[in-house]
């Protein structure tokens, strides 16, 4: 029965957590592009850390949805493997985001025309509210990924969480 224990794998949810993963991921891709394109030049600007990392947020997301549908034991233990490389990312972007929060463009603009400092004042809310989008994504897909890879690790059949004669939750405490 140990080999048919992930046929208990919760289909549903995982379908929901994967679209959930891959929104997030979108959002913090589209942030980033933003950032990338309305921030002056930095050090820190042009890593373009959010977009790539953002497109490591979404593999869990995309794998998610692959194991719901293909009842695979490697399919869920790759799954693991890219929620815990995907935290990884998670923490770039919140890190990164942090720091262009914290450490923006403040230039001094006291002999530039006022249309010219007018845009840079929009430009330079764009860029935070697109950090701060950054952020709000980062922390909900934190959340998704933590659950997405405790779903599949209950799923495994090394998991210790079912009965391995009748395949379901043990008693056991």
Known sequence: ???YRYFIFNQRNMVVLGLFQI??????VVSGFID???RTESQLGKTRAPIWAGMVMGVPGVLALFSSQRKNPVLVNVLIVASIISCVAILIVIVYSSLTLNYGEEEELS??????IHTKFVLNKVVKGA????????????????????LGCRSLPCCSCYDSVTGMVSEES
């Open 131 to 150: 950090n701060v989008t950054m952020l709000a994504a980062s922390v909900g897909s934190a959340f998704v990924v933590l659950v997405i890879a405790y």
């Open 23 to 28: 929104a997030f991921s979108t959002v913090c």
């Open 1 to 3: 029965m140990d080999r």
């Open 36 to 38: 990338g394109v309305f």
């Open 111 to 116: 002999s530039a025309p006022v249309h010219v």
